[in-house]
T-cell receptor, first 113, second 112 residues
Framework: DAMVIQNPRYQVTQFGKPVTLSCSQTLNHNVMYWYQQKSSQAPKLLFHYYDKDFNNEADTPDNFQSRRPNTSFCFLDIRSPGLGDAAMYLC????????????FGDGTRLSIL | DAKTTQPPSMDCAEGRAANLPCNHSTISGNEYVYWYRQIHSQGPQYIIHGLKNNETNEMASLIITEDRKSSTLILPHATLRDTAVYYCIVRPLAGSARQLTFGSGTQLTVLP
């Protein structure tokens, strides 16, 4: 059974039209991460929440925001998507301990028209 | 920046052992070695991790050299479903930087 669930699997939006991607988890993990993975590249961390504490990576564009209303859910908001934001967006969770692995969802593939 | 070096691609015959090398010569004493794989169009899947000792689970074995500067992931009997990109990642023990920093990985192709 999937423990990190991302919806939808495929999302199409128009250039400049705000879009929200969602992630839910049944693991009750403290930490939730959002990664961006462009075609033929490795995943790149955008930000993470440790409980309610938000941690942004230094090079994450301001266009990307996140919300975590409760332990189970985390959202990625792209305020004004550009063509360069087309990518796979991966959500992951972790207990917050280095000796515990991260668990990934299967991602949402975002296309920009 | 990724702290690991892996060959970009490898082939392996189905049923044979796949040995995937990783160099992490700058690893520090408080960093784990993690291995993940990513099958096309799926999220990364955790395989195994270790600190100093060799590790084995139902998926694979991890051999870490005594100086910890390199490691090898072993899939004992590769199947076609093991075709994927394999990532070797060094991850700190503590601190806020517990995220995974992915390198380029190794594309493993299992051939029939």
């Amino acid at each position: 059974d999937a423990m990190v669930i991302q919806n939808p699997r495929y999302q199409v939006t128009q250039f400049g039209k705000p879009v929200t991607l969602s992630c839910s988890q049944t693991l009750n993990h403290n930490v939730m991460y959002w990664y961006q993975q462009k075609s033929s590249q490795a995943p790149k961390l955008l930000f993470h929440y440790y409980d309610k504490d938000f941690n942004n990576e230094a090079d994450t564009p301001d266009n990307f925001q996140s919300r975590r209303p409760n332990t189970s859910f985390c959202f990625l908001d792209i305020r004004s998507p550009g063509l360069g934001d087309a990518a796979m967006y991966l959500c992951a969770t972790n207990l917050g301990q280095a000796n515990q692995p991260q668990h990934f969802g299967d991602g949402t593939r975002l296309s920009i028209l | 920046d990724a702290k690991t070096t892996q060959p970009p691609s490898m082939d392996c015959a189905e049923g044979r052992a796949a040995n995937l090398p990783c160099n992490h010569s700058t690893i520090s004493g408080n960093e784990y070695v993690y291995w993940y794989r990513q099958i096309h169009s799926q999220g990364p899947q955790y395989i195994i991790h270790g600190l100093k000792n060799n590790e084995t689970n139902e998926m694979a074995s991890l051999i870490i050299t005594e100086d910890r500067k390199s490691s090898t992931l072993i899939l004992p009997h590769a199947t076609l479903r093991d075709t994927a990109v394999y990532y070797c990642i060094v991850r700190p023990l503590a601190g806020s930087a517990r995220q995974l920093t992915f390198g380029s990985g190794t594309q493993l192709t299992v051939l029939p």
